[in-house]
T-cell receptor
């Protein structure tokens, strides 16, 4: 079984400040890791993903995340945020086990990022 | 690329009626589609996994007779909420996964309100 924990339910920051949204996961098999963003009353948009290879993953809108296998973490970072980054961010994991569980995403609880002027 | 649409974007219906929600992958073939529901201020909860041409696999606690899923083609899956009740009011989101491994692409969601 997999689980995802987003350690902060809400993160308020000022515009142009750096931000880190934390995500830890647990899984007994190899995993794929994702960050999605959800704006109010909209579906989810993929920010970035880690499937294999380099542990530092760059995504859209200036976001990046680093996969740390030893700490089972996949924290999302942005060096300078904008007002338009205000949204809810979800970390998710899927396994590579195949079978009926293949591709199923397990989501964290979400982190609401609020960027203040 | 990798666009997923949902229709309708919102629907209001009376208690006891059925509502059908469509999920389409517009520029790729989706061997697998997923249906989620999201309550206000909560995360997404997977309802079922749908593979083209076969029966959907429902998550524990999801009533398969109430939430009918059909994945008739590689670009279309439908979710029908039968005999809807106010407690079925929620935000329903679908996602689609191409044959290549690893990524789900999400639709914009459908807001269902049952009066």
């Amino acid at each position: 079984a997999q689980s995802v924990t987003q350690l902060d339910s809400q993160v308020p920051v000022f515009e142009e400040a750096p931000v880190e949204l934390r995500c830890n996961y647990s899984s007994s098999v190899s995993v794929y890791l994702f960050w999605y963003v959800q704006y109010p009353n909209q579906g989810l948009q993929l920010l970035l993903k880690y499937l294999s290879g380099s542990t530092l993953v760059k995504g859209i809108n200036g976001f990046e995340a680093e996969f740390n296998k030893s700490q089972t973490s996949f924290h999302l970072r942005k060096p300078s945020v904008h007002i338009s980054d205000t949204a809810e961010y979800f970390c998710a994991v899927s396994d590579d086990a195949g079978g009926t569980s293949y591709g199923k995403l397990t989501f964290g609880q979400g982190t609401i990022l609020t960027v203040h002027p | 690329g990798a666009v997923v649409s949902q229709h309708p974007s919102w629907v209001i219906c009376k208690s006891g009626t059925s509502v059908k929600i469509e999920c389409r992958s517009l520029d790729f073939q989706a061997t697998t589609m997923f249906w989620y529901r999201q309550f206000p201020k909560q995360s997404l909860m997977l309802m079922a996994t749908s593979n083209e041409g076969s029966k959907a696999t429902y998550e524990q606690g999801v009533e398969k007779d109430k939430f009918l899923i059909n994945h008739a083609s590689l670009t279309l899956s439908t979710l029908t909420v039968t005999s809807a009740h106010p407690e079925d009011s929620s935000f329903y989101i679908c996602s689609a996964s191409p044959p290549t491994r690893g990524t789900q692409y999400f639709g914009p969601g459908t807001r269902l309100t049952v009066l």
